[in-house]
């Protein structure tokens, strides 16, 4: 038994987890009665959480680094990883639990056994009691035996292995030529001896071909697919200069969403609105679609502006630019830059001033300061002070996109700079603020042994020790975050700058950055208007909802939000000011979504929204009875069935004007998120309830708003029955609904892409790339890669004569070369 006994880890000399929750919960004794002490299970449960990070790492991150520690062998009689499990109490708890398969018990004529544990339990006694009974189906398979007599039933077959091969290197990112490492090849011939195992070139063509075959089988069920499309697109050079535009595919399936990478589309020449609306047409036709596309989602980038005109006229009336969507995650990030401009002194000005003060000065040498290590200036850090692990694409920023930010910048600093100059001794303080604490998380992150000078003073501050979050230029939204977490940590750095090593008076320690107590109060009145553009961003960046519905409301909220702090006098003018040139931005771009009808007819389509939500935002009536006219519009030009068809679908929509039995209270997390940061928003039934005409849309319209969580639900629910006539005004709703109001999706498959075309692997061509990153993407989608059919083809393959076809690994671009066995 003790053979299977775990190695414990050695625990840290720092205080135990124990007498940290001691300390926890001893917090504030001096003004209210001390609290019951934890149970051991509790203890146990706050020591795990700690040592883990479980508040911010996901489930799988958690049982990586378990797994690291796990050292007993009784885990080899079960399969790795275990299965993960969530379970939600009553309470709102969530539980996790690992799910342990027995090994020797897999097999087509029996079940394998199951062991389940708490995530935070580390016991193997329960595991090392199955293995003292556990009886095999089969002994172990004598080496040198086929792999199909110890799988249990399945074969190997030389096809289905080349795919999956190739579908492991192109969905892990991994280098063609680890096909070829001697490592490997050693396990696949302990499996079977007999096993062929394809070249790194052959892999390569093989990728490219799977590519092919899956290309052709989803442009069908695109063309297939009974509503319209939405597409998703932003543009990406690689660090071997290569570009591409990707092109991402949304819509409805099933009341899910369905989100991939439809296409790389290799760009040889400048990025201008009309050279990449002929290479997106081009693709749109490649796939049979170029008639489908409802709405597109791009940045704000004016050659945006120019492919959306030049689109309506390329693909002949079926696609309009009134469908241009605007990335809100984009307009977002532009609203917290011009927020920021405020607090950062231009370099450019301070450098040129004649009449610079001494306090500009000082200003201008803080932000002066040089990084310790160049390489670095970029990194985030984990609350252990480590570097956070990274890809190329985080060290990387779209300059085109940022100079075109820059410049829209500039025209609002221009607007609001002469009404601003009566505060500049205000502005001075609210840039310390931000510098100061630039430049003291920059030299914590630095210093390993400032980092644990900070913990120790957290635990005498009694506060869990964390460390300071990096202003990031790359990641959006970074400067909230960071100055939260300045906030949380004020004790312990107050504790921490008062040392006698950190507390000298001269150029070099680190006393000269820390925050006045005026530039703290800038800090936490910064703070939640920074926060809610941070929930805001979050909200719509979810690839399962599409939230469309829901940009015009999160504008009103933010506008509402920020009038407030403009108008607030208990607040410093700094932060009054800021306030004023983000909601500059935030009025141009709310102007910008009358430019397209895909944002009022969401509303419209949301049956808790209807007319009630413009109303309510007291919009002009002429306004309100724009949008409705624009909801007729595309009602009886492309949805409106025949006057036979009618009765049925009017029937439909009055039963959406009244309830979904089952869908229109299951609203999911994002929706339940929605519904509390815009609580108001709710409507009352008010309104007259008519039989109404026998147009579905105007039967919809006469009703008034009822209560739906998620209206994606809610219309599919409509729908009607599958493989009869579907209910054409839900489509309508569902089409319009399902748009992405963000391109975030592009720039996730740019970071899955950056994995591909590592610093290591420059020389992979155009080819390659689209293919192994497309791919990567279409696997996540079940059913979506033929996989029979390509095994099929691969098969076809090696079924040739000897001697049809030479394997060469030299052969030139454009031949096309058969493997044959």
Not at 89 to 106: M, N
Not at 347 to 367: M, P
Not at 504 to 510: D, E, F, M, P, Y
Request: charged share 25%.
């Amino acid at each position: 038994m003790s053979k299977h006994r775990r190695k414990r880890a050695r625990r840290q000399s720092s205080p135990t987890s124990r007498e940290a929750a001691a300390s926890l919960s001893n917090e504030g004794s001096s003004t209210s009665a001390a609290p019951a002490p934890l149970s051991r299970k509790d203890a146990k449960i706050l020591e795990f959480n700690e040592r883990y990070d479980v508040e911010n790492k996901s489930h799988e991150e958690v049982l990586a680094a378990q797994l690291e520690n796990w050292s007993s062998d009784v885990y080899d009689h079960f399969i790795m990883p275990p299965g993960i499990i969530t379970t939600k109490t009553r309470d709102g708890t969530i539980t996790v639990q690992y799910v342990f398969v027995c090994k020797s018990h897999i097999g087509p004529s029996s079940t394998a056994p199951t062991l389940t544990r708490a995530h935070h339990d580390d016991s193997t006694s329960n595991l090392v009691r199955h293995v003292d009974i556990c009886k095999p189906d089969d002994a172990v398979a004598p080496a040198g035996k086929a792999i199909n007599d110890f799988a249990h039933g399945s074969t190997y077959s030389k096809a289905l292995f080349r795919y999956l091969l190739s579908l492991w290197i192109a969905c892990r990112h991994r280098p063609f030529s680890i096909i070829e490492d001697p490592e490997l090849i050693r396990i696949f011939r302990m499996l079977y001896a007999q096993v062929e195992i394809p070249s790194a070139s052959t892999i390569s063509r093989d990728i490219q071909e799977i590519f092919t075959l899956s290309q052709a089988h989803i442009a069908k069920l695109l063309q297939d697919f009974p509503g319209r499309l939405h597409l998703g697109l932003d543009g990406w050079t690689l660090p071997n200069v290569l570009s591409f535009l990707g092109v991402t595919v949304h819509y409805i399936e099933g009341a899910q969403m369905r989100t991939f990478i439809l296409d790389f589309v290799k760009l040889a020449e400048n990025h201008t609105g009309n050279y990449l609306t002929q290479e997106l047409a081009k693709c749109l036709k490649l796939y049979g679609i170029d008639k489908k596309i409802l709405g597109i989602t791009g940045d704000n980038a004016s050659n945006n502006d120019t492919l959306m005109a030049e689109l309506e006229l390329l693909l002949g009336g079926y696609f309009s630019m009134l469908t241009h969507i605007r990335c809100l995650a984009h307009i977002l990030n532009l609203i917290v830059k011009a927020i920021l401009s405020l607090f950062i002194m231009r370099r450019v000005q301070a450098s040129s001033e004649s009449d610079t003060g001494e306090d500009d000065l000082e200003l201008y040498e803080l932000q002066e300061e040089d990084d310790l290590d160049s390489s670095l200036a970029t990194r985030e850090f984990n609350d252990d002070g480590e570097p956070v692990p990274q890809t190329d694409d985080d060290l990387e920023v779209d300059a085109a996109r940022e100079e075109a930010d820059a410049m829209i910048i500039e025209e609002i600093m221009a607007e609001v700079e002469a009404s601003e100059g009566g505060h500049r001794a205000n502005i001075r303080v609210a840039q310390f603020a931000i510098t100061k604490l630039t430049q003291l998380a920059k030299r914590i992150f630095h210093s390993p042994a400032i980092r644990e000078d900070l913990r120790m003073a957290c635990e005498l501050c009694q506060i869990k020790p964390k460390q300071m979050i990096r202003f990031v230029a790359t990641r959006w939204n970074s400067v909230s975050q960071a100055i939260s977490r300045a906030l949380y940590l004020r004790p312990a750095l107050d504790t921490l700058l008062a040392l006698p090593k950190y507390d000298k008076n001269n150029k070099k320690s680190l006393r000269r950055f820390k925050p006045s107590p005026e530039e703290w109060i800038v800090l936490e009145q910064l703070e939640p208007v920074l926060e809610m553009f941070l929930v805001a961003t979050e909200l719509i960046s979810h690839s399962s909802q599409p939230l469309l519905h829901v940009v015009i409301p999160i504008i009103d909220k933010l506008t509402a939000e920020l009038e407030n702090v403009i108008a607030n006098n208990n607040l410093v003018q700094a932060v009054r000011l800021a306030a004023t040139r983000g909601i500059k931005v935030l009025n141009k771009y709310y102007s910008a979504t009358d430019e397209s009808i895909m944002y009022r007819l969401a509303i419209l389509l949301h049956p808790r929204y209807k007319m009630a939500y413009f109303k309510k935002q007291k919009w002009p009536q002429d306004w309100i009875d724009t949008a409705t006219d624009l909801l007729r519009q595309q009602w009886v030009t492309y949805y409106k069935p025949k006057a036979t068809e009618l009765q049925v679908v009017a029937a439909a929509a009055a039963q959406a004007s009244t309830s979904a039995p089952g869908l229109a209270s299951s609203a999911s997390a994002s929706a339940h998120r929605i519904n509390k940061l815009f609580a108001e928003d709710d409507f009352d039934n008010t309104g007259t309830t008519t039989t109404g005409p026998m147009d579905p849309l105007e039967q919809y319209l006469s009703t008034p708003p009822m209560s739906c969580g998620d209206p994606i639900l809610y219309w599919s629910g409509m729908l009607g029955i599958p493989g009869q006539p579907e209910n054409q005004f839900a489509r309508m709703a569902l089409d319009f609904l399902s748009a992405p109001a963000t391109s975030t999706d592009v720039e996730r498959a740019f970071s899955r892409g950056s994995l591909t075309v590592t610093k290591r692997r420059h020389a992979l061509s155009d080819e390659s790339v689209r293919a192994a990153t497309v791919l990567s993407s279409w696997a996540n989608i079940p059913d979506i890669i033929p996989e029979a059919h390509i095994v099929s083809v691969f098969k076809g393959k090696s079924r040739r004569p000897k001697g049809a076809g030479i394997v060469s690994d030299d052969v030139p671009a454009g031949v096309e070369v058969i493997e044959v066995d």
